[in-house]
């Protein structure tokens, strides 16, 4: 198994920042990639970012720019840079971890989710 724990999220006013971070314990060693995933209310769960072992990087077209996803392998965590915050981006943020290299949202290992608020 493989657990996954959010921090980071808040209320922020437009045009602010926020970081994220995702610590990974337990058969970490099967995961290849990890990524951030997000809900608003009354929609789907949607990719934001996804960065694999091999350092390789991907985001959603609305965040391109804004967000910087890294990772920190001597301390199995990733990170999500949010900047020039919108109120759109307000949503619940989930960590996920794939044994995949490309991230799919199949896998069964998700964070509890951390809330992000962008006021106007």
């Known amino acids: 198994q493989v657990q996954l724990v959010e921090s980071g999220g808040g209320l922020v006013q437009a045009g602010g920042s926020l970081r994220l971070s995702c610590a990974a314990s337990?058969?970490?060693?099967?995961?290849?990639?990890m990524g951030w995933y997000r809900q608003a209310p009354g929609k789907q769960r949607e990719l934001v970012a996804a960065i694999n072992s091999g350092g390789s990087t991907n985001y959603a077209d609305f965040v391109k720019g804004r967000f910087t996803i890294s990772r920190d392998n001597a301390k199995n965590t990733v990170y999500l840079q949010m900047n020039s915050l919108k109120p759109e981006d307000t949503a619940v943020y989930y960590c996920n971890a794939d044994p995949s290299w490309v991230i799919t949202g199949t896998s069964d290992y998700w964070g509890q989710g951390t809330q992000v608020t962008v006021s106007s």
């Open positions: 337990g058969r970490i060693f099967n995961i290849k990639a």
